[in-house]
């Protein structure tokens, strides 16, 4: 399974984006696929979540800011970020599980600064 993650930029407090991850290869076998994301100094930390049925998780830092959207099916999967805060500033990786493996995309830059 291979990632491409997008869409990350530089955006003013209170703005948006819009994240996507693509899937190819085996995409068969996912079962979740997830967005994480690292600040510098920090731990990679789960931001949300979306399983092949449609359930959705999200870490309560983003609860009611962010959405993760998509079909795992149709190799797809969003994140609509809204009121970005410079505290998710940060590089935002995709993740996908299944088969009891996980598999990484590269990151893209999310900076909230005025």
């Known amino acids: 399974v291979q990632l491409q993650a997008s869409g990350g930029g530089l955006v003013q407090p209170g703005g948006s984006l819009r994240l996507s991850c693509a899937a190819s290869g085996s995409i068969f076998s996912i079962n979740v696929m997830s967005w994480y994301r690292q600040a510098p100094g920090n731990q990679r930390e789960l931001v949300a979540g979306?399983?092949?049925?449609?359930?959705?998780n999200y870490a309560d830092s983003v609860k009611g800011r962010f959405t993760i959207s998509g079909d795992i099916a149709k190799n797809t999967v969003y994140l609509q970020m809204n009121s970005l805060k410079p505290e998710d500033t940060a590089v935002y990786y995709c993740k996908a599980y299944g088969n009891h493996l996980n598999y990484w995309g590269q990151g893209t830059l999310v900076t909230v600064s005025s």
């Open positions: 979306i399983t092949r049925g449609g359930s959705t």
